[in-house]
């Protein structure tokens, strides 16, 4: 067994060199050297994008650390924007959070913090609009490892991504889809697509460790495991009291699921991993090794209850209303929009009730309590208060409805209840997604003082406004 783990990581380690595997953990040292630049990037024989990229690669160059760690990072920024770099859901103080660390053009910077917490992490650009640079390729992993990790069989990150892209590889303006946030045509794992993604190599009785991380910037990804299953044991890195089984993952921009399966395959029967939307590339098939092993048993380390004792009897400290509106456009409030929304003629909708598409063309804001960014009211808390928050998607009146993820930077907080529910398990995140119509409860402290952001993770609501910030002192 470790003869052959061995071999695998030293032929994976030389892989990476070449074709830039995630299919195992290298080792790498705390410090971190980033060069951002743009570069050529080949999602799949035949399309070759330009992308930014931390490293020269998409996602950018994996950090992977162990728990108690200080990670350094030092590099230059070589890309024709300023930019910042946020580090999604670590808790570290607030001068490291990234989005007031701007570096511009020809610019070293560098970062430190300790990690204390394992789990699966990214980073990414925060500099407003972050869009684009996210867009664009400016994300990777940061996984802090538990020492119970290495005892799988295996442990592999999959970043998913989607571009629009024309056939030659140019970036297309505007949107897949009908509606207005950016969505792509094309869908990768790791920044590949279809044939180019590499398989999931296992063999009968092992237990892999899977790491999904949505990276993308409005596309919500679900993921089918065919003749296997999903035993979730992380959301957003933090370990389930209550790991739980399931055929299909769910992950909303930013997200991120741990989730083991166990070899129960046989060798010469195909299996896949894929999306709903699998036709636009997201296609991961698992191969199986000749032999079997014995059953490898789940080393996940289950973690203590810690949800705030009497919590959902208490009033919310603040309720954040999530809805969006149109400055009109100048030609007054009930616009003829068939001639001019390109393709949408048809639908009829009345006013009030508007299209993304004339939305859009009016100047659409995305509002927290009526108001955009920066306009809209801090949340002013003390460190290490339990502060509960009421957030609701009231924007509900739009074509096609609008999910709002919202992160908080700087801390967890556990899901309190879902529609006056309490949730089926205790589920701590940095990052929950309100479809229109419903709302959540969560409950935090903060532990770090600062200014934090809390916002929309798909970027086209957050740059639009959907952001506030919380202010711990
Ligand atoms: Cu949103």
């Not at 300023?82 to 660390?101: A, F, S, Y």
């Not at 894929?274 to 014995?294: F, H, M, N, T």
């Not at 919202?406 to 907080?413: A, K, L, R, S, Y």
């Not at 929950?432 to 959540?440: D, K, R, T």
Request: glycine share 10%; aromatic share 8%; proline share 6%.
């Amino acid at each position: 067994m470790v003869f052959k783990k061995s071999v695998a990581l030293i032929l994976l380690a030389a892989s990476a060199a070449i074709a830039f595997s995630f299919s195992a953990f290298t080792g790498q040292a705390a410090d971190i050297k980033l060069d951002m630049k743009e570069v050529n990037w080949e999602i799949k024989p035949g399309l070759t994008t330009k992308v930014w990229s931390y490293g020269g690669t998409v996602p950018g160059t994996p950090i992977i650390v162990k728990k108690g760690e200080t990670v350094n990072v030092s590099g230059v920024n070589n890309l024709p924007s300023t930019t910042t770099i946020h580090w999604h859901g670590l808790v570290i103080p607030n001068d490291q959070d990234g989005p007031g660390k701007t570096i511009k053009p020809g610019e070293k910077y560098s970062y430190s913090f300790k990690v204390n917490e394992s789990g699966t992490y990214w980073y990414h650009s925060h500099y407003r609009p972050v869009l684009d640079q996210v867009d664009n390729g400016l994300y990777a992993p940061i996984i802090v490892k538990a020492p119970e990790d290495d005892k799988y069989s295996g442990d592999h990150i999959y970043v998913l991504d989607d571009w629009y892209l024309d056939a030659s590889g140019n970036r297309l303006k505007g949107t897949a889809r009908g509606d207005m946030e950016r969505f792509g045509n094309i869908e990768t794992v790791n920044g590949k697509s279809g044939s180019a993604i590499e398989p999931l190599v296992m063999r009968k009785g092992e237990l892999h460790k899977l790491r999904f991380i949505n990276a993308s910037t409005a596309a919500i990804h679900i993921i089918k495991i065919l003749g296997h299953r999903f035993r979730v044991t992380h959301t957003d890195g933090h370990p389930l009291p209550q790991p739980y089984e399931t055929d299909v993952l769910t992950l909303s921009p930013g997200e991120r699921l741990d989730a083991e399966v166990a070899a129960v395959g046989d060798v010469g029967q195909a299996y896949i991993m894929e999306s709903d939307r699998s036709e636009l590339g997201i296609k991961i098939p698992i191969q199986y090794q000749q032999g079997q092993v014995a059953t490898v048993a789940s080393p996940f380390v289950v973690p203590q209850p810690k949800g705030f004792a009497g919590i959902e009897n208490r009033t919310p400290d603040f309720t954040l209303d999530l809805n969006s509106v149109m400055d009109m456009p100048s030609h007054g409030a009930n616009p003829a929009p068939a001639a001019s929304a390109g393709g949408h003629a048809g639908h009829g909708a009345p006013a009030p009730s508007m299209t993304n598409e004339m939305k859009m063309q009016g100047g659409m804001r995305w509002t927290i309590n009526g108001k955009s960014y920066p306009d809209v009211a801090a949340l002013q808390v003390k460190l290490g208060q339990i502060v509960k928050v009421r957030i609701v998607n009231n924007d509900i009146s739009t074509a096609e409805k609008m999910d709002h993820p919202i992160h908080i930077h700087g801390t967890e907080f556990q899901i309190v209840s879902q529609n006056g529910k309490a949730p089926e398990r205790e589920i701590w995140k940095d990052t929950v997604n309100l479809p229109a119509g419903e709302y959540v409860d969560i409950a935090f402290t903060m532990t770090n003082p600062g200014t934090w952001m809390l916002h929309c993770h798909i970027l086209d609501h957050e740059d639009g406004g959907m952001m506030t910030t919380v202010v711990a002192k």
